[in-house]
């Protein structure tokens, strides 16, 4: 994927559900995988011209594991023009040597957003972009299904009352086999994840099996995704 057509995506994102507007100060959450980076890279130029200006700042959570190194996204940060901060947690250690956790990622999601957040506020910002793709989206959807009995999917836009901040979803439209292509040709390096449950969870077990379901059902994820759109879900309907 060419990065014009990742700006499209993310343009007709931002515009759709009113993601930016004029003065706001924006955290990118940056893992350094291949969708926070896409994030990263798609903001950056959507800066550039986009008629509401805005700030940006790059915030990594270090999960304090062993074998990870961020500098590669510190030097692509420089490269580009971006702000960076890294903040070194020992979420890891809390996880998988003191608690022990056989499901780990909620707890680990949880805790990362609110070093996430905690970084945003203190920078002061006034929004949140994470990078959750299109594929995030209808997995996300079948995991509150499969796993808590309801219908339920993160909104593009939401409001975190306790800290006046604002989480947005650039990337909703953008399709992971299409962000992995924009990174693969471009050349940026991903930092790889040094989880020991990545590659082992709920997430992947439905990402699998939306795999085997999508070569029985024509379109699946597009069908999935605009019920979705066109559902009662908080934050979803573009007329609100």
Same mark, same amino acid.
């Given at each position: 994927?060419?990065?014009?057509?990742?700006?499209?995506?993310?343009?007709?994102?931002?515009?759709?559900?009113?993601?930016?507007?004029?003065?706001? @100060? /924006? =955290?990118? #959450?940056?893992?350094?995988?291949?969708?926070?980076?896409?994030?990263?890279?798609? $903001?950056?130029?959507?800066? +550039?011209?986009?008629?509401?200006?805005?700030?940006?700042?790059?915030?990594?959570?270090?999960?304090?594991?062993?074998?990870?190194?961020?500098?590669?996204?510190?030097?692509?940060?420089?490269?580009?023009?971006?702000?960076?901060?890294?903040?070194?947690?020992?979420?890891?250690?809390?996880?998988?040597?003191?608690?022990?956790?056989?499901?780990?990622?909620?707890?680990?999601?949880?805790?990362?957003?609110?070093?996430?957040?905690?970084?945003?506020?203190?920078?002061?910002?006034? @929004? /949140? =972009?994470? #990078?959750?793709?299109?594929?995030?989206?209808?997995?996300?959807?079948?995991?509150? $299904?499969?796993?808590?009995? +309801?219908?339920?999917?993160?909104?593009?836009?939401?409001?975190?009352?306790?800290?006046?901040?604002?989480?947005?979803?650039?990337?909703?439209?953008?399709?992971?086999?299409?962000?992995?292509?924009?990174?693969?040709?471009?050349?940026?390096?991903?930092?790889?994840?040094?989880?020991?449950?990545?590659?082992?969870?709920?997430?992947?077990?439905?990402?699998?099996?939306?795999?085997?379901?999508?070569?029985?059902?024509?379109?699946?994820?597009?069908?999935?995704?605009?019920?979705?759109?066109?559902?009662?879900?908080?934050?979803?309907?573009?007329?609100?």
């Amino acid at each position: 994927m060419k990065l014009q057509k990742l700006l499209s995506y993310v343009r007709r994102a931002v515009d759709d559900y009113h993601m930016i507007q004029a003065g706001d @100060k /924006i =955290a990118v #959450g940056v893992s350094g995988g291949k969708d926070s980076l896409c994030l990263l890279i798609a $903001l950056r130029h959507l800066q +550039r011209f986009y008629p509401q200006p805005f700030e940006l700042v790059a915030v990594t959570v270090s999960l304090g594991l062993p074998g990870a190194s961020y500098d590669d996204i510190r030097a692509l940060c420089e490269e580009i023009g971006v702000p960076y901060t890294l903040i070194e947690t020992d979420i890891g250690q809390i996880i998988f040597e003191e608690r022990q956790e056989k499901n780990p990622c909620s707890l680990c999601a949880k805790m990362r957003k609110g070093a996430l957040n905690t970084a945003a506020e203190q920078l002061g910002c006034n @929004k /949140i =972009a994470l #990078g959750h793709n299109k594929d995030d989206v209808v997995e996300t959807f079948f995991m509150s $299904l499969f796993y808590e009995g +309801r219908m339920n999917c993160f909104a593009p836009v939401s409001y975190l009352d306790r800290m006046k901040l604002y989480s947005i979803r650039p990337l909703l439209y953008v399709p992971e086999w299409e962000a992995r292509s924009f990174i693969a040709c471009s050349g940026i390096q991903i930092v790889k994840n040094p989880c020991p449950a990545d590659g082992n969870t709920k997430r992947q077990e439905t990402k699998e099996l939306l795999e085997t379901l999508s070569g029985r059902y024509d379109h699946l994820q597009e069908k999935v995704f605009g019920a979705i759109q066109r559902s009662a879900l908080k934050g979803w309907n573009r007329e609100e």
